[in-house]
């Protein structure tokens, strides 16, 4: 087993809106027990520190501002993390109070090239959803947890070596909880390696038998038994913002995120999607729904931002926005694509509904038509819009007709002149008006050719088509 | 060195810049041999704006484009109408050879829309666009002809007759009437960038009666 560990140390601040001026922490609590959990650079560079009491900071710092966190948010992005990360293994399981994923990688490291460039590609993808991150990588959960508080310790490629490299850490990074690692600062106790060497039984005296149990899953001693996490067949994200949000600008910086983690978990389970939703809340129940539907599968989250910026841009928006709402329940196949560098019709066909897809979304689908002919002799019937890209045969018998077509016939009061014999058509006693119609061509003063007809029963004169 | 074999070498080579034919312009035949003689490269011009201003509905507008637009669809290339002000009849259209699947009709509620459309379309693949557009802005016009530019397509505007007493950046413009005898259309040649203005009369197959 090799376990890469993933850790968002700045998770509660990349939530907020981190690019507010000033100094901001987000804390934990309230009163007096108020902490800080995260803090903004300004914060930082006041003096402020992670696990500092609100009034300590606020002495730092008088112009701080303090927002609660979000538990709520912090674990659904921590989930979201996790089903982002099943495109690179399906081992995967998480802690959302630490802010930490794992992925297993000692049985899919083969598939990719080597583990440089898979470090590469989780780091990237993770810098992509718009968080920093600290990486770890050990033969145990804990091991590679530890690791990430010492980016520059090497990766730990065996079990037997975990001893050894760690043994000089600190204690301050283990999982043991800031109690016992003041008590073990009192008796002297500075490294993991001098921790080691206390007999299990004396600190499980101490500290309980937890204390020892964990040092053994950091070793690998003792089986890390942790519950898988598994991609959720019905995808939700939701995403709440701190402040309701009134302008589009405000909701697509989430949303690119959203949609990022949103295609990682499509390659994860190797679908795409041609249907999804974005649901916008509002206060008091209110939503403002937006639908997408793609001509073709897609799993791009730029192609699937660029379409849904355009319907956002377009869509009004009645009330602030509390969160957004991303939804996908209907998976499809992808569209396997072949040689990306010579298969050039293929990809012109992937522009070409990619364009389709953009004309939808701005102008409205019912706006993108195509053509169709149906077995009818009644003009009106002769033809269709069709709902699909599926072509229509072009029949050897058709008679002559006008180009242009007026769908309501426009009453006539002057005729122009007629030209040659009437064609007659029978409307059928099905439409349940049993009448019939005289069509004619005629040609008005300034030349046009029209296609008209007088109605049998009423005797009134119709214009139907013009010969463009 | 013979003239024959100079010839030759010059052609060979594509290095050589040969004064002559700098001004070559890709284009398509339009169908009417008439009109293609007169615009520069024998045909409508790909990557440029077409600027076609009926007198009247129903005089020839259609069938003075549509030979060129069955030849995008046979060569499997898409042709769009944008904001057509009726309904492109389906059994006209396959009856002139038209490949319906092809065929692309995009009805957008606002003139502004249209524009964006077709512009989309024409950078994006369409071979040709057909866009009914009363707009008078030069702004709106260099647009479609930048598009058309960028995406190697053809860009067709129909436009009222009215706007014909405004300058234009578009490389052909056309008013368009029915010829007095009723056979056939009268094409007044406004503009043509490379070939040869004026008038002309192409004949038109009547509709059977």
Same mark, same amino acid.
């Given at each position: 087993?090799?376990?890469?560990?993933?850790?968002?140390?700045?998770?509660?601040?990349?939530?907020r809106?981190?690019? +507010?001026?000033?100094a901001?922490?987000?804390?934990?609590?309230?009163?007096?027990?108020?902490?800080?959990?995260?803090?903004?650079?300004?914060?930082?560079?006041?003096?402020?520190?992670?696990?500092m009491?609100?009034p $300590?900071?606020?002495?730092?710092?008088?112009?701080?501002?303090?927002?609660?966190?979000?538990?709520?948010?912090?674990?659904?992005?921590?989930?979201?993390?996790?089903s982002?990360?099943?495109?690179f293994?399906s081992?995967?399981?998480l802690?959302?109070?630490?802010?930490m994923v794992w992925?297993?990688i000692?049985?899919s490291?083969?598939?990719?090239? $080597?583990?440089?460039?898979?470090?590469? +590609?989780?780091?990237?993808?993770i810098?992509?959803?718009?968080?920093?991150?600290?990486?770890?990588i050990?033969?145990?959960?804990?091991?590679a947890?530890l690791?990430?508080?010492?980016p520059?310790?090497?990766?730990?490629?065996?079990?037997?070596e975990?001893?050894?490299a760690?043994?000089?850490?600190?204690?301050?990074?283990l999982?043991?909880?800031?109690k016992?690692?003041?008590?073990?600062?009192?008796?002297g106790l500075?490294?993991i390696?001098?921790?080691?060497?206390?007999?299990?039984?004396?600190?499980?005296?101490?500290?309980?038998e =937890?204390?020892?149990?964990y040092?053994?899953?950091?070793?690998?001693?003792?089986?890390?038994?942790?519950?898988?996490? @598994?991609?959720?067949?019905?995808?939700?994200?939701?995403?709440?913002?701190?402040?309701g949000?009134?302008?589009?600008?405000?909701?697509?910086?989430?949303?690119?995120?959203?949609?990022?983690?949103?295609?990682?978990?499509l @390659?994860?389970?190797?679908?795409a999607?041609?249907?999804?939703?974005?649901?916008?809340?509002h206060?008091?129940?209110?939503?403002?729904?937006?639908r997408?539907?793609?001509?073709a599968? +897609?799993r791009?989250?730029s192609?699937?931002?660029?379409?849904?910026?355009?319907?956002l841009?377009r869509?009004?928006i009645p009330?602030?926005v509390?969160?957004?709402?991303?939804?996908?329940?209907?998976?499809?196949?992808?569209?396997i694509?072949?040689?990306d560098?010579?298969d050039?019709p293929?990809?012109?066909?992937?522009?070409?509904?990619?364009?389709?897809d953009?004309?939808?979304?701005?102008?409205?689908?019912?706006?993108?038509r195509?053509?169709?002919?149906?077995?009818?002799?009644?003009?009106?019937?002769?033809?269709?819009?069709l $709902?699909?890209?599926?072509?229509?045969a072009? $029949?050897?018998d058709?008679?002559?007709?006008?180009?242009?077509?007026?769908?309501?016939p426009? +009453?006539?009061?002057?005729?122009?002149q007629?030209l040659?014999?009437?064609?007659?058509?029978?409307?059928?006693?099905w439409?349940?008006q049993?009448?019939? #119609?005289?069509?004619?061509?005629?040609?008005t003063?300034?030349g046009?050719h029209?296609?008209?007809?007088?109605?049998?029963?009423?005797?009134?004169?119709y214009?139907?088509?013009?010969?463009? | 060195?013979?003239a024959?074999s100079l010839?030759?070498?010059?052609?060979?080579?594509?290095?050589v810049?040969r004064?002559?034919?700098i001004a070559?312009?890709?284009?398509?035949?339009?169908?009417?041999?008439?009109?293609?003689?007169?615009?520069?490269?024998?045909?409508w011009?790909?990557?440029a704006?077409?600027?076609?201003a009926?007198?009247?509905d129903?005089?020839g507008?259609?069938?003075?484009?549509?030979?060129?637009?069955?030849?995008?669809?046979?060569?499997g #290339?898409?042709?769009?109408?944008?904001?057509?002000p009726?309904?492109p009849y389906?059994?006209?259209?396959?009856?002139?050879?038209?490949?319906l699947?092809?065929?692309l009709?995009?009805?957008?509620?606002s003139?502004?829309?249209?524009?964006?459309?077709?512009e989309?379309?024409?950078?994006? =693949?369409?071979a040709?666009?057909?866009?009914w557009?009363a707009?008078?802005?030069?702004?709106a016009?260099?647009?479609?002809?930048?598009?058309?530019e960028?995406g190697?397509?053809c860009?067709?505007?129909?436009?009222?007759?009215?706007?014909l007493?405004?300058?234009?950046?578009?490389?052909?413009?056309?008013?368009?009437?029915?010829?007095?005898?009723g056979?056939?259309?009268?094409?007044?040649?406004?503009?043509?960038?490379g070939?040869?203005?004026?008038?002309?009369?192409?004949?038109l197959?009547?509709?059977?009666t």
């Amino acid at each position: 087993m090799l376990w890469v560990s993933v850790h968002l140390p700045h998770l509660a601040m990349e939530l907020r809106q981190p690019e +507010q001026p000033g100094a901001l922490v987000v804390t934990d609590g309230s009163g007096a027990r108020r902490r800080v959990v995260a803090c903004n650079a300004t914060a930082l560079g006041a003096g402020i520190a992670i696990g500092m009491d609100a009034p $300590s900071a606020m002495m730092r710092e008088p112009e701080l501002r303090m927002l609660d966190r979000s538990k709520a948010n912090e674990r659904r992005a921590t989930l979201a993390l996790a089903s982002w990360a099943h495109q690179f293994t399906s081992d995967v399981c998480l802690d959302v109070t630490r802010w930490m994923v794992w992925l297993e990688i000692g049985s899919s490291l083969r598939y990719f090239n $080597s583990l440089t460039a898979l470090y590469k +590609q989780i780091s990237d993808g993770i810098e992509r959803l718009g968080y920093t991150t600290s990486i770890g990588i050990a033969p145990t959960i804990e091991a590679a947890a530890l690791l990430t508080k010492h980016p520059d310790v090497l990766p730990i490629l065996n079990k037997s070596e975990i001893r050894g490299a760690v043994g000089l850490l600190p204690i301050t990074g283990l999982e043991i909880g800031a109690k016992a690692i003041d008590q073990l600062h009192t008796t002297g106790l500075r490294t993991i390696e001098e921790l080691l060497d206390v007999p299990s039984d004396a600190l499980a005296r101490r500290f309980g038998e =937890g204390l020892p149990h964990y040092l053994q899953r950091l070793l690998g001693e003792q089986a890390d038994v942790r519950r898988r996490h @598994r991609a959720p067949a019905i995808y939700r994200r939701r995403f709440d913002f701190m402040e309701g949000v009134e302008s589009v600008d405000g909701l697509l910086f989430p949303l690119r995120r959203v949609l990022q983690e949103f295609a990682g978990y499509l @390659r994860g389970r190797d679908v795409a999607v041609q249907h999804l939703a974005v649901t916008l809340l509002h206060r008091e129940g209110a939503e403002t729904v937006l639908r997408l539907a793609t001509s073709a599968p +897609q799993r791009s989250a730029s192609h699937l931002f660029a379409l849904l910026r355009e319907k956002l841009e377009r869509t009004a928006i009645p009330d602030p926005v509390m969160a957004i709402q991303l939804s996908a329940g209907e998976f499809v196949e992808p569209r396997i694509t072949q040689g990306d560098f010579f298969d050039d019709p293929h990809r012109e066909n992937d522009n070409w509904s990619a364009l389709l897809d953009k004309l939808r979304a701005r102008l409205g689908a019912e706006a993108i038509r195509r053509l169709g002919l149906s077995d009818d002799h009644r003009p009106e019937k002769a033809w269709c819009v069709l $709902s699909d890209e599926k072509g229509a045969a072009i $029949s050897a018998d058709l008679p002559d007709r006008p180009l242009w077509f007026l769908s309501e016939p426009q +009453q006539l009061n002057d005729l122009p002149q007629l030209l040659g014999t009437p064609e007659r058509i029978e409307a059928g006693w099905w439409t349940g008006q049993d009448s019939s #119609r005289d069509y004619y061509l005629a040609r008005t003063d300034e030349g046009a050719h029209w296609w008209l007809f007088r109605d049998a029963g009423t005797n009134r004169w119709y214009l139907q088509g013009l010969w463009a | 060195m013979t003239a024959e074999s100079l010839q030759a070498l010059l052609h060979s080579s594509p290095h050589v810049w040969r004064g002559g034919e700098i001004a070559r312009v890709d284009a398509r035949s339009s169908g009417y041999a008439a009109l293609d003689v007169r615009l520069p490269g024998g045909g409508w011009p790909i990557g440029a704006l077409v600027e076609i201003a009926p007198k009247t509905d129903g005089c020839g507008e259609l069938r003075l484009t549509v030979p060129a637009l069955k030849s995008w669809c046979q060569d499997g #290339r898409s042709v769009a109408f944008v904001r057509p002000p009726h309904v492109p009849y389906a059994p006209a259209l396959a009856r002139c050879g038209m490949a319906l699947s092809s065929l692309l009709w995009v009805a957008a509620d606002s003139d502004e829309d249209g524009r964006w459309a077709a512009e989309q379309l024409l950078r994006d =693949g369409a071979a040709a666009v057909l866009l009914w557009s009363a707009a008078r802005e030069d702004r709106a016009l260099r647009r479609l002809q930048l598009a058309a530019e960028t995406g190697k397509a053809c860009a067709f505007l129909y436009r009222p007759p009215s706007a014909l007493n405004h300058s234009s950046p578009a490389a052909v413009r056309i008013a368009l009437s029915a010829a007095s005898d009723g056979a056939g259309m009268t094409l007044d040649l406004v503009k043509v960038r490379g070939g040869q203005p004026g008038k002309l009369v192409l004949p038109l197959n009547r509709p059977a009666t």
